[in-house]
């Protein structure tokens, strides 16, 4: 932008080379040419801290699943989770669930048009409200995501780090300059589609960019300098150690509370390596502790290593036999002993399914040991599978 304010014409030729670009241009999504507030409300919170190419796929069998927000409201958790599975950041999956069930009980299945109504369903915060006030109900609230924010520091060169709440204020005041009132879901589509497509991260396609001449970075030629981060600290790294029980062809899987990172979903039993523990002598531990059954560690299955969002961890992975003992919980909420054809039924973190492969081979094995007794369930015709 050449001034620190704009003219009223300025402000109406960005918005107009904006939505000509998009209207044009934009990606054909299947959450957008809707103005169903279940469906983009749906499609919103799968977006945040994921990218579209891999929300598609897992958006378009949860709306097959779950078209309409009684019939998510009527399922159970667990039933959203498995849908929601390896998608990740759960707690957006039990939020959307809690709220379509407030949805049914306080709005009889209508979702509310009213900003201040929507904002207090759990999980929806100014983001999503905002975008689903504006596409679906076309009302004046901009959005400010990660995409606006990179596209907003270049077309104003802002010297702060963007991600900094304490600079949000800042940030919004620069996209409320430029926010088209009058088509405020076009508006808010297009600007986050240019962040995503033209104004990228890296080696941005100012070419192409339909309002690169009212960029102060790109004329200034500094457009990679932008936009500017605060230091990331290095993330905390934790040791822990599992253990896959298996008692007579099936095997030992625990549920964690609700609550908190994962919650809802189905592990194995295990924890943290304590210090000058082995991590086998943790997973014996960790299994007493957490279930209260006794085992003995016969095979060390894989090291997986996996990053969450704050921090990574290091899991090395115990086939235990069971020795003795009746499950009692400490910390897992639910807990089942489940054959190989059960398996997939579950829920589980991406962690454990790096591993799943290795713990039904092992099942496998275990029946073709043992197929006369048919202890998984499956009729047995010489090697083969039926």
């Given at each position: 932008m050449s001034k620190s304010r704009l003219t009223r014409q300025q402000r109406e030729d960005f918005q107009?080379?904006?939505?000509?670009?998009?209207?044009?241009?934009?990606?054909?999504?299947?959450?957008?040419?809707?103005?169903?507030?279940?469906r983009i409300w749906v499609s919103e919170v799968m977006l945040q801290q994921t990218q579209v190419r891999t929300v598609i796929p897992y958006y378009q069998k949860f709306i097959e699943k779950f078209p309409e927000v009684r019939a998510l409201a009527s399922v159970d958790l667990e039933e959203v989770?498995?849908?929601?599975?390896?998608?990740?950041?759960?707690?957006?999956?039990?939020?959307?669930?809690?709220?379509?069930?407030?949805v049914m009980e306080k709005y009889g299945g209508v979702i509310p048009d009213s900003y201040s109504r929507f904002i207090e369903l759990p999980g929806v915060g100014e983001y999503v409200a905002a975008a689903v006030m504006s596409i679906a109900f076309r009302q004046p609230y901009?959005?400010?995501?990660?995409?606006?924010?990179?596209?907003?520091?270049?077309l104003w060169t802002l010297n702060f780090p963007v991600n900094d709440l304490k600079n949000r204020k800042k940030i919004s005041a620069k996209l409320h300059a430029i926010f088209n009132e009058n088509k405020p879901g076009e508006f808010n589509q297009a600007?986050?589609?240019?962040?995503?497509?033209?104004?990228?991260?890296?080696?941005?396609?100012?070419?192409?960019?339909?309002?690169?001449?009212?960029?102060?970075?790109?004329?200034?030629?500094?457009?990679?300098?932008?936009?500017?981060?605060?230091?990331?600290?290095?993330?905390?790294e934790h040791a822990i150690a599992v253990g896959v029980i298996e008692n007579e062809g099936k095997i030992l899987i625990t549920r964690r509370k609700e609550e908190g990172l994962l919650g809802g979903l189905w592990e194995f039993p295990g924890?943290?390596?304590?210090?000058?523990?082995?991590?086998?002598?943790?997973?014996?531990?960790?299994?007493?502790?957490?279930?209260?059954?006794?085992?003995?560690?016969?095979?060390?299955?894989?090291?997986?290593k996996h990053?969450?969002?704050?921090?990574?961890?290091?899991?090395?992975?115990?086939?235990?036999?069971?020795?003795?003992?009746?499950?009692?919980l400490n910390g897992p909420v639910d807990f089942r002993w489940i054959s190989l054809l059960e398996i997939d039924r579950y829920p589980y973190p991406a962690a454990t399914h790096k591993i799943l492969p290795l713990v039904k081979e092992k099942l496998a094995l275990y029946h073709q040991k043992n197929s006369g007794k048919d202890k998984l369930g499956f009729f047995s015709a010489g090697k083969q599978w039926i």
């Open positions: 107009e080379a904006l939505l000509s670009w998009y209207g044009k241009s934009h990606r054909r999504l299947p959450w957008r040419e809707i103005r169903d507030p279940y989770l498995k849908s929601w599975e390896l998608l990740g950041y759960y707690a957006r999956a039990r939020n959307l669930h809690r709220a379509a069930k407030i901009p959005v400010l995501d990660g995409n606006v924010k990179r596209v907003l520091t270049r600007i986050m589609e240019l962040g995503a497509v033209i104004c990228k991260p890296r080696r941005p396609d100012c070419q192409a960019c339909p309002v690169s001449k009212f960029c102060r970075a790109y004329q200034a030629g500094r457009q990679e300098k932008f936009p500017l981060k605060g230091v990331k600290k290095p993330l905390p924890g943290k390596i304590g210090t000058g523990e082995t991590a086998a002598d943790a997973c014996v531990r960790e299994i007493t502790e957490e279930v209260n059954l006794a085992v003995s560690v016969t095979e060390h299955l894989a090291r997986v990053a969450y969002s704050h921090f990574r961890i290091i899991m090395d992975v115990y086939l235990c036999k069971f020795r003795e003992g009746a499950v009692e």
